[in-house]
């Protein structure tokens, strides 16, 4: 059996203008996404266990049981097969420790796993572009068109500002003292959908959208400032000027803000909704001395409610 996992992400600034060419910046954390793989005996299928959704299926052939939440997993495999030129039965069991629907990069974390597991099932290695390439594919099963920044944060980690014409580069910088919280909003989200709805958006008023996706890169390229100089109070600002912009293309909405604002009325330097919005989770800035007080308001508010680490490493053999 050979066992490969990949980190979820956070995205700190920049989301769904990055779908505009805009640029985003993206961390992974250390929630990963396990994947064990083996080989079975027989006429092609693949087998798929996600321990995560409590959900089985077995496909035979590439046509099949497409609206399964588990077909993007299954393409994700066979796509690797057939660019490795090997089709051989497998079972692939999921354990993640990433929540899903949750904008932290989930179905991407499993896809790039997936990949890498495949791959290293049939005794070849694939380059990091490639396997980020593959699971790319299989994020447009579940996302309709992604950005490509969670699949590309999963293969690689650390932190990465990503353009769509331009690809990503690495940001090496030590922000000290930035302790980041999650917090579940308690709604599903649906990214696609967010997707879709902003797209509405911008094809009803792209003169106005256009102006906003100009300031979104501006304060992008901004943050990447104030994270050179280690400026955590900037850092916070463009937080909420951030969720400002994201709240001006609606897709924020009650309980979201609530929970923003009870953290900034906590002491948090800065709050925001990390990835696609809709629900999911919040992203939270602030310092090592705030944080606790930080967590026991929101924790009345919030079943989940955690720390998170960055995360160096991406996709690897476990």
Known sequence: MIKASAPGKIILVGEHFVVYNKPAIATAI????????????????????SKNLSKKAIFNMQSENKHSELYPIYYAAYKTMQEIGKIQPVEIIIDSQIPPASGMGSSAAVSVATVKAISSLLDVSLSKDKISKIAYEAEKIVHGRPSGIDNTISTYGGTIVYQK?????FLNYDVKEAVFILVDTGIPRNTGLMVRKVRLLNDKYPEIMNLINITAEKLVLRFINAMEKNDLIQMGELFNINQGLLAAINVSNKKIEELIYAARNAGALGAKITGAGGGGYIIILT??????????????????????????????LD
């Open 165 to 169: 014409d331009k690809g990503f580069r």
């Open 287 to 316: 310092t090592k001395n705030k944080a606790n007080e930080i967590m026991k308001v929101l924790r009345e508010l919030s079943e989940h409610v955690f720390l998170v680490n960055i995360a160096t490493e991406g996709v690897r």
């Open 30 to 49: 250390n929630l990963r996404a396990h994947v064990f793989v083996k080989k079975l005996e027989g006429d092609f299928k693949i087998k798929i266990y």
